[in-house]
Structures are given as structure tokens and as C-alpha cells.
């Protein structure tokens, strides 16, 4: 038996580092690498299952496929490639580089998929993607406050006395952050989480508040306003380090207490002992999630939640801070994209990038290339997209699965995972790069996005531009941290933490905004949200708020074998509302909205607030658990993110 050292690829915030064993040329057991801070030894339940439900499934597809009549049929690479490179080279003859839409999906961000984009810079660049359909909104929102979204290291967290985990899941969507959670809880701190949900986080709280969903800025200022009225704001630092501090403070004098308290659906006593906790035990840390900002004016509730931690003068504590995520492409240079070399480029707006291919001329979107992503289950309004989708001549698709995008596809190229490939990994979760290496031969046919791109290139004339190995592009997309004294060899080795990633930002009281100070935000316009509201139907007979989280048994929409097409999409409900309703519990009912609608199995749940329903997202449209067919394509008021929450349901029985 033979181990090899690589990490986990998907899209979650661990990115564990794993140890591979193989006997006989078969991987046949992947475990957690204790020699990593953070990862330290344990993975979840999707990386433990991974070689049968994905790396060695049936259903994983090891031969470049083309369709012919509907059908898939299997191609040789020589045909495979032949057939991209003349698809580009039509698209680009007669339309011009920008009719071919690079689509890069969430499914696999490794260093080496910068080299992507070096490929379409160097055909002379193409349509692409901006904005986000994960963090782009309250990233946004931290940018304005503090100039830059940056984490406290996850470790840090165990010097606080107080934890407020508002709008996330760790104990089912980071592991290792929930386990340094409950290692700081068994040291004495309390935990507050906020969440509509009785989540498997918020069943372990101190406390835990349910606000109304999306209310979450008028409970932001409803604590602030407790705190400075109770006198437990920190003076000296909003004077030293914060800018437009008054002009906030008349802000919170817009609302009362007691008219807060109603909005937000929660008693004013409740606070008062949240803030007794948060803002009387220094240090006292803020998680923020990634569901509390799929809304449309999500970057607003991540700055005055932010603020909340800077009346408190939580912000540069070791222990205390606003921490979110992190950058994992932070770490690497992105010069050899080539980026600013190609003038020809554009650039699509993702939350509506099926609206955008249906308007865009000059030139139309003639060709998608589509790498590690689903876009026709995981983007808003699937319908729509799907129309998009087939509206254009050609579909490329790098994948490991005939997933749904693949039903508009025409060309599929079967790519090889972090099992087969040498490559490095930065994380959403912490401040580790990781290393990925071979740890079998590919499987069957299937080859290395980089390997496709160089081939491709060398079809379309520029395959000296691509030239390399693995290895000699990763020492150069490797620069900024061999740079910081680690070599290439030894990155290839073992995970290393980015040596000047800080545990505590801010600590010098510097922040990278335009004063140089945290600042607060001066104006809310919430008449915006309420208009927007109610045209998508809240208040009339939509009236459920429909919230799609992440689930603990796959990730994204990488469903395992056995979930497929068994039964319905289920959704959780609270019991009056199926009371009100006349609907039983377990009841295959339509879920509508004024996207679509989807036969859904309600089940009952009292620990759930009665205005909304709650599904889990990932689900393929094939199998009729597209949660996406549901929900608006939106773009948020910041941040080019995507409001999936701003989605509003009703339950009707099958007549
Ligand atoms: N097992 C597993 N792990 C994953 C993933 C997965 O699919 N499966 N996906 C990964 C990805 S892509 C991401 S982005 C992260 C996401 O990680 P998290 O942010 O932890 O997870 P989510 O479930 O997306 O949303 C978190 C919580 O937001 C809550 N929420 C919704 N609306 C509101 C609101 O108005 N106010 C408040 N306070 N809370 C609200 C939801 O009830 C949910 O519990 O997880 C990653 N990890
Ligand atoms: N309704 C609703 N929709 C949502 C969300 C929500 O909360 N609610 N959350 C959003 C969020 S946070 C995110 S991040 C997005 C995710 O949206 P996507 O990135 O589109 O979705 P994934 O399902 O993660 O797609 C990953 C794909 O990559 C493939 N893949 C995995 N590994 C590799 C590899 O090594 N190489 C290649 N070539 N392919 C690989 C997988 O097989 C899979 O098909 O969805 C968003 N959609
Ligand atoms: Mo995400």
C-alpha cells in the first residue's frame, strides 16, 4: 500500500488536506491529514464517500461524448478536440472572439485554473463573468466598510468569550470551523447564533434568535441601539479609527425599539440579552454566512452588522473581528492570465447571465464553454437559463458528470479531479494553500483542464503560449508565496498556512478605505427592497419566503448516486402553515412561485418560523428537484450577487 498526499477540491469553505492510500493501483481510502492546522485530521462525510459515489461511479463519465440526435455518443479525443477547435474557430471567424462565453464554474478552484483564462485571453479574449452567485454581496459590503473582506484565522476565534455565528451553518457547511467552535464553547464562551432556522448550529447555541428572514439589518440596528443606549460602546475606538459615526447614530434614530422589535418578529427582551452577552464579554467575534446575504440588499446587513463590532470596538481583537471568508485565489499571481493583454474582452453580469445571452448583440453569444460548473440547476431561474442555454449554437462542457447542464450541451470533455491531477488549492475557509497531487493514473480517458486547453491551443496556433508542465506553471502562479520563502518543492509537499496573512486584521488600526477608517454607512434605502418586494408578489398570495440552504449530504449540486430521482423535492414547513392550508404532513403538493412551479413532499417542523419554506438547494431539474425553476434571476443592489432568498412561494394542493 502506497500513500500520497492531495486535497479536496470542492467547492466548501475546509478545503481538507487528505491523505490518499492505494493498493493495486485502486484508491481505496481517503483520510483527513492531521499535519494541518485547521483540517487537522477528519473529513466529512462527502469526501469519505467520494471514491464510490463520484472518483469511481458508474455514472462518471471517462470518454470525450458528442451529441448526436439527443443522443450522447462516444468520440476519440483526436475527434473530441478536432470538433472544440473548430467550433471556436467558426465562433470566432464569423462572429468575432466575444460571441464565445467562458463560464467557469465553483466546482474546483485550483491555481491552475487561472491558466483558463490565459487560453481565451490569448484567442483574443472573449465574453466572461462578472460579479458572483456565492459571496459577492456581502463581500461588497465589507469592502465598503473596511476596504477589504478579511478574516480572523479561524484559530483565533478560540480567544473569544463570545461567538455570534449569524446567518451560517458550520456544523454542516465547514466542519472544522464548527469544530474550533466547539472547542472555544468548552472553554467557557458562549455561542449566539442567528438564524431563522433551528439549524444543527443553532441547536447547539447559548442563544439563538429567529428573526423574520431578510430581516436581519433592522435586527443589526436594533442591537446598536441597545448598545449605545445601555453605554457599552468602546468611545476611544470609534473616535480613533471609525468615520461617519454620527451620521450612522441618526440613522438608528429612524426606527424605535419597539417598532424594530416587530419588524424583525422578535421581543425586545431577547436582545437585550444578546447584547448584555455580546457586548459586555470582550472579546466577542461575529461569523457572518453566506445565506444571510442572498438578498437583495444583502450588502447592507453585512455593514451594519460590521458596525456592530466596531461600536463594540471588537474590530483588530485578537478574539473579536467580523470574519466571512477568504480570497482562496488571493494567494496566487494572476499576471499569467493575461487579463489586461487582450483588449477584446466583455464582460457578462453571472446572476442574470441567462437574460444577458438572450440580449447581447455585437456579437451574439455563439459558443459556451462551461469548466466545474452547473449552471442550468445552481443559477436563478433555471427556465430561463435553460432557454439561454439553447438558444446558442454550441455548448462545450468540461465535467465529471452529465449533469443538467449537459442536457444543453453538444460537445462533453471528461476531465480529471485532485485524485489524478498535480495542482495547488487556496480556501474560502482559512489562510492554507494545499497541495494536489497524481495519486493514480487518470481514469479512463479523461484529461486535465490544462492538458485540453494546451491541446486546443496548439489546433488554434498558439500552443507555445500554453506550453508547460503542471509543474513549471504552478512555480510561476506560485510566485507571491515563493516569494514569501517557500519553494515550489516543499509547497508540493505539505500544506502550508500564507505566511503573512494576518491572525488578526486590522490590529494596527488601518483600514483600506478611502480615510483609512472603518466606515459607517450614512444612508439606507430600504424603499427600494419594500417596492421590490412586493413585485415579486410578498404580502398578496406569495406569501411564503422560499430559502434554499446548503444540505449536509452533497455539496452544491454534486448529488450522490442514491439520491437520484428518488421521489420529490422535499420542503419543511412549519405546521400551521400546512394547518391554514388544509395539507397533511408528507402531502406532494405544487410549490409555486411566479417562476414556476414544482411537485414538492411537505414535511412538517415546529422549530421553523411560519413565513417561509425551507428546501435544500442542488437538485437536478432532470430528476424535478430544481429548487431553481422557483426562484427570480436577480441581481443584488451591491456586489453583483445573487438574491436567491428574495424568492416568494405558496402551497397548493393537487385538486
Ligand atoms: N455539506 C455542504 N457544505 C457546503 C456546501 C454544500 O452544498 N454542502 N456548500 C458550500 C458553499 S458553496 C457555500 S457558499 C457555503 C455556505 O455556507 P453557509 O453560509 O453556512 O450555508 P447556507 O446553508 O448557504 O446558509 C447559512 C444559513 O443562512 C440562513 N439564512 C437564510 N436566510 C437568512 C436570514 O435572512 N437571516 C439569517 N440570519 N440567516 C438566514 C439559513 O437558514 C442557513 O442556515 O457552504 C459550503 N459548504
Ligand atoms: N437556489 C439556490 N441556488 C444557489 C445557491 C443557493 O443558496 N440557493 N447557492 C449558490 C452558491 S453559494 C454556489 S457556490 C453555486 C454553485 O454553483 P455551481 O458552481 O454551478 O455548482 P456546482 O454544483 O458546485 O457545480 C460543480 C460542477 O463541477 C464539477 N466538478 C467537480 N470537480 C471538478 C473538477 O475537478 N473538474 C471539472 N471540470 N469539474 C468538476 C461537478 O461535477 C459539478 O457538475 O450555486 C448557487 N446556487
Ligand atoms: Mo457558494
Not at 437583495?296 to 463594540?312: E, V
Not at 483600514?511 to 444612508?523: A, D, Y
Not at 428518488?566 to 405544487?590: A, R, S, Y
Amino acid at each position: 500500500m502506497r500513500e500520497v498526499l492531495t486535497a479536496c477540491t470542492a467547492d466548501c469553505p475546509g478545503t481538507c488536506s487528505i491523505i490518499a492510500q492505494v493498493e493495486d493501483e485502486r484508491i481505496v481510502k481517503l483520510r483527513g491529514n492531521p499535519e494541518h492546522e485547521i483540517t487537522s485530521g477528519f473529513i466529512c462525510k462527502n469526501t469519505k464517500n467520494y471514491l464510490k459515489e463520484r472518483f469511481y461511479s458508474d455514472r462518471r463519465i471517462l470518454h470525450p461524448l458528442k451529441k448526436e440526435d439527443g443522443e450522447w455518443v462516444q468520440v476519440s479525443w483526436d475527434e473530441a478536440l478536432n470538433m472544440a477547435a473548430s467550433k471556436i474557430r467558426n465562433a470566432c471567424e464569423n462572429y468575432g472572439s466575444q460571441s464565445i462565453l467562458y463560464y467557469q464554474g465553483y466546482g474546483a478552484r485550483t491555481a491552475l485554473r487561472i491558466i483558463n483564462r490565459r487560453f481565451f485571453n490569448l484567442l483574443g479574449g472573449v465574453s466572461t463573468l462578472y460579479g458572483s452567485i456565492c459571496g459577492g454581496t456581502g463581500q461588497a459590503g465589507q469592502e465598503m466598510d473596511m476596504g477589504v473582506r478579511i478574516s480572523h484565522d479561524p484559530i483565533d476565534h478560540l480567544n473569544s468569550n463570545v461567538i455570534l455565528v449569524w446567518g451560517r451553518n458550520p456544523a454542516v457547511t465547514d466542519i472544522h470551523l464548527w469544530k474550533i467552535i466547539i472547542q472555544a464553547r468548552r472553554r467557557g464562551a458562549k455561542l449566539v447564533v442567528v438564524d431563522p432556522v433551528n439549524t444543527e448550529t443553532a441547536r447547539r447555541a447559548d442563544i439563538h434568535l429567529q428573526p423574520v428572514p431578510g430581516s436581519d439589518s433592522f435586527l443589526a440596528i436594533a442591537i446598536a441601539k441597545i448598545i449605545l443606549k445601555e453605554g457599552f460602546f468602546d468611545e476611544e475606538f470609534i473616535n480613533k479609527n471609525t468615520e461617519y459615526f454620527k451620521d450612522y447614530q441618526e440613522l438608528l434614530n429612524d426606527y424605535s425599539l419597539n417598532e424594530l422589535s416587530q419588524i424583525i418578529d422578535i421581543p425586545l427582551e431577547e436582545l437585550y440579552e444578546l447584547v448584555r452577552l455580546f457586548a459586555v464579554n470582550h472579546p466577542s467575534s461575529i461569523i457572518l454566512g453566506w445565506g444571510l446575504q442572498r438578498y437583495s440588499q444583502g450588502h447592507l446587513t453585512f455593514r451594519l452588522i460590521d458596525a456592530l463590532a466596531a461600536i463594540t470596538g471588537n474590530i483588530g481583537k485578537s478574539g473579536g473581528g467580523v470574519s466571512h471568508g477568504f480570497d482562496e485565489y488571493g494567494y496566487f499571481s494572476h499576471e499569467y492570465a493575461l487579463d489586461d493583454q487582450s483588449p477584446n474582452q466583455r464582460k457578462l453580469s453571472i446572476p442574470v447571465v441567462g437574460e444577458e445571452i438572450l440580449q447581447v448583440q455585437y456579437p451574439p453569444i455563439k459558443l459556451l464553454f462551461v469548466t466545474a460548473g452547473n449552471p442550468l440547476a445552481m443559477l436563478a431561474n433555471s427556465s430561463k437559463v435553460k432557454k439561454a442555454f439553447e438558444s446558442v449554437d454550441d455548448v462545450i462542457m468540461v465535467d465529471h458528470f452529465l449533469n443538467d447542464t449537459a442536457d444543453v450541451a453538444n460537445l462533453f470533455l471528461p476531465a480529471t479531479s485532485f485524485l489524478e491531477d498535480e495542482d495547488l488549492v487556496g480556501s474560502y475557509g482559512h489562510n492554507w494553500i494545499s497541495p494536489i497531487n497524481p495519486v493514480t493514473k487518470p481514469c479512463g480517458e479523461a484529461r486535465s483542464e490544462l492538458q485540453i486547453f494546451q491541446e486546443l491551443a496548439v489546433q488554434l496556433g498558439f500552443g507555445e503560449e500554453m506550453a508547460g508542465s503542471p509543474r513549471e506553471w504552478l512555480g510561476k502562479l506560485a510566485e507571491p508565496i515563493i516569494h514569501e520563502g517557500i519553494s515550489l518543492e516543499e509547497l508540493l509537499k505539505k500544506p502550508y498556512r500564507f505566511p503573512s496573512a494576518p491572525v488578526t486584521p486590522f490590529i494596527d488600526g488601518k483600514f483600506e478605505t478611502e480615510s483609512g477608517k472603518f466606515e459607517f454607512p450614512t444612508e439606507l434605502d430600504f424603499e427600494n427592497l419594500r417596492k421590490l418586494n412586493e413585485k415579486l408578489g410578498l404580502n398578496n398570495e406569495f406569501n411564503l419566503r422560499l430559502l434554499s440552504v446548503s444540505p449536509r449530504d452533497w455539496i452544491g449540486s454534486e448529488i450522490p448516486d442514491k439520491e437520484h430521482g428518488m421521489g420529490v423535492l422535499e420542503v419543511q414547513v412549519h405546521p400551521k402553515v400546512l394547518k391554514e392550508k388544509d395539507i397533511e404532513d408528507c402531502e406532494e403538493v405544487w410549490l409555486e412561485s411566479r417562476q414556476g412551479k414544482l411537485l414538492v413532499k411537505v414535511k412538517e417542523n415546529d422549530g421553523l418560523r411560519t413565513d417561509y419554506v425551507l428546501t435544500h438547494r442542488g437538485g437536478w431539474r432532470k430528476y424535478n428537484k430544481c429548487v431553481n425553476i422557483l426562484t427570480p434571476d436577480l441581481v443584488s443592489d451591491q456586489g453583483n450577487g445573487a438574491p436567491y432568498y428574495e424568492t416568494f412561494v405558496r402551497l397548493k394542493r393537487i385538486i
